[in-house]
T-cell receptor, first 115, second 117 residues
Framework: AQKITQTQPGMFVQEKEAVTLDCTYD???????LFWYKQPSSGEMIFLIY??????QNATEGRYSLNFQKARKSANLVISASQLGDSAMYFC????????????FGTGTSLTVIP | GAVVSQHPSRVICKSGTSVKIECRSL??????MFWYRQFPKQSLMLMAT?????????EQGVEKDKFLINHASLTLSTLTVTSAHPEDSSFYIC?????????????FGPGTRLTVL
């Protein structure tokens, strides 16, 4: 079974609008971490936001927020006030404590911001 | 945040040659580093876990003899693609976790784009 599922291969958003990128995960562990990374065309992986499984509040980092719904095993990324520079691939990832530091990545969502 | 470097950033080689890619943690020690491979418009695929002072752990389907990994020190891991062929052309990315006390983040290198002619 897929550990991380991203069901949106591509998304479009108007500049200055908000967009939600979906991510669901599968784990039987109680302790895990969820991450979102941005990968522009240059290839570098840019860390955006982190949510720990025991964190009660949704994580926020500037224009990024993570809508964490533990019971539904979803960790959607919300980008507010989209900018042209937000156009990139976005990957959701999970790390389970019991499997050490290994990351499981989703298939990614390609976001295009339209002027 | 912590910095991970990779060298070279791009390499073009002839089929049959070997290529070495270096991954360095610049401001922290990494007993573990990870090597990923990424094809165009696809996700990162974990190839192997590099362990300082011991043998690397390879994921299923990854040829150990083709992708040689050496974790020479707490700040350096190398991936050598031996007898490279065009199908080995890909984007290779390394990563390293900094410490358990942080948010468990992994720090990624900028990647190496390998093209085998």
């Amino acid at each position: 079974a897929q550990k991380i599922t991203q069901t949106q291969p591509g998304m479009f958003v108007q500049e200055k609008e908000a967009v939600t990128l979906d991510c669901t995960y599968d784990t039987s562990d109680q302790s895990y971490g969820l991450f979102w990374y941005k990968q522009p065309s240059s290839g570098e992986m840019i860390f955006l936001i982190y949510q720990g499984s025991y964190d009660e509040q949704n994580a926020t980092e500037g224009r990024y927020s993570l809508n964490f719904q533990k019971a539904r095993k979803s960790a959607n990324l919300v980008i507010s006030a989209s900018q042209l520079g937000d156009s990139a691939m976005y990957f959701c990832a999970m790390r389970e404590v019991n499997t050490g530091n290994q990351f499981y990545f989703g298939t990614g969502t390609s976001l295009t911001v339209i002027p | 945040g912590a910095v991970v470097s990779q060298h070279p950033s791009r390499v073009i080689c002839k089929s049959g040659t070997s290529v070495k890619i270096e991954c360095r943690s610049l401001d922290f020690q990494a007993t573990t580093m990870f090597w990923y491979r990424q094809f165009p418009k696809q996700s990162l695929m974990l190839m192997a876990t590099s362990n300082e002072g011991s043998k690397a752990t390879y994921e299923q389907g990854v040829e150990k003899d083709k992708f040689l990994i050496n974790h020479a020190s707490l700040t350096l891991s190398t991936l050598t693609v031996t007898s490279a062929h065009p199908e080995d052309s890909s984007f290779y990315i390394c990563s390293a976790p900094d410490s358990w006390e942080r948010n468990n983040e992994q720090f990624f290198g900028p990647g190496t784009r390998l093209t085998v002619l």
